[in-house]
């Protein structure tokens, strides 16, 4: 993360990684995603609130179950550099998920977050203190409670919708205010929005602290955009997490980033409680299989 880098986060909340996927990686994620939509009742992603009915209790649905590239993003060595900056050693991905626009789903803009991390007792993703998704520099160092990289797969020409924030909310002092919250068109949106253009394959890093939202789609075809979700070792957004059991092709790097919250990381004494937890859970796999 270079110097112009770090200024720019700094100072909007956000930074655009150009090329952070390779054309190959675009059209296998594509390919899968295609793949799966097929499908009836398909999840798009790990849940950060409910469980599937049947699920076991700390697990979620996942984008990591369709393999290929989607395992490649959990440690992408284009954006590892930015989130070791932004989030220091031994960051943890905490969820996932897939957001898909187009001109018949109509969405509107909801800002969301803002003012040094809390969006405020009136927020629409729900009150919160701001302990989950602070921003702050110091002593030559950021910290940050929750940050989200987008992986665009298809061109977001300036104009037709996409990633939209309020550039230097991540520190405000206020709420957003709330006549600025919801636009249902794109004319209704504030001045102070950044609507920020991107092209596939091109990577959006910002924290959750920045203020933001979709804007309502108004280019051709759709705008899919893959979200993973880093927090620092001791934070947790989501109250499920991953096993790696569940995905054999990781690797050692890729493990570690999917140990659940604590304040000592991928430690090996940490390592041994989860490598319990895990088999714990196969055992109680393996007993209703045998009940049924």
């Not at 499908?39 to 798009?44: D, T, Y």
């Not at 991905?93 to 800002?111: T, W």
């Not at 110091?138 to 020409?157: H, I, Q, Y």
Request: aromatic share 10%; glycine share 8%.
């Amino acid at each position: 993360m270079n110097e112009h880098e770090k200024y720019l986060f700094d100072l909007r909340g956000y930074i655009v990684v150009r090329n952070a996927l390779t054309t190959e990686q675009i059209d296998d994620l594509s390919k899968r995603l295609e793949t799966r939509r097929n499908q009836k009742n398909i999840s798009l992603g790990s849940d950060r609130t409910q469980n599937a009915e049947g699920n076991l209790a700390w697990t979620a649905s996942s984008l990591l179950e369709w393999g290929g590239s989607y395992l490649d993003l959990i440690d992408l060595p284009t954006i590892r550099p930015y989130l070791e900056v932004l989030l220091g050693k031994n960051y943890r991905l905490d969820h996932d998920y897939i957001k898909i626009d187009s001109v018949k789903q109509n969405r509107k803009l909801y800002l969301h977050g803002g003012g040094q991390g809390a969006g405020g007792v009136s927020d629409l993703v729900g009150p919160t203190d701001g302990g989950q998704c602070y921003y702050r520099f110091s002593n030559g160092r950021f910290f940050n409670g929750l940050v989200a990289v987008a992986f665009e797969l298809d061109n977001v020409p300036v104009g037709h919708g996409g990633f939209a924030c309020i550039s230097g909310s991540h520190k405000v002092n206020f709420e957003l205010p709330s006549d600025w919250k919801v636009s249902n068109t794109q004319e209704e949106i504030p001045e102070c929005v950044d609507w920020v253009a991107a092209s596939a394959g091109d990577a959006i890093i910002f924290t959750e602290a920045c203020a933001h939202g979709t804007i309502p789609w108004r280019g051709e075809g759709e705008r899919r955009t893959v979200f993973y979700k880093y927090c620092p070792h001791a934070v947790a957004w989501s109250p499920c997490y991953y096993n790696s059991d569940n995905y054999p092709e990781l690797t050692k790097n890729q493990k570690s980033l999917l140990v659940p919250p604590s304040a000592f990381g991928p430690a090996p004494e940490v390592n041994n409680i989860w490598k319990k937890a895990q088999e714990e859970q196969q055992e109680l796999i393996n007993l209703r299989k045998n009940q049924n």
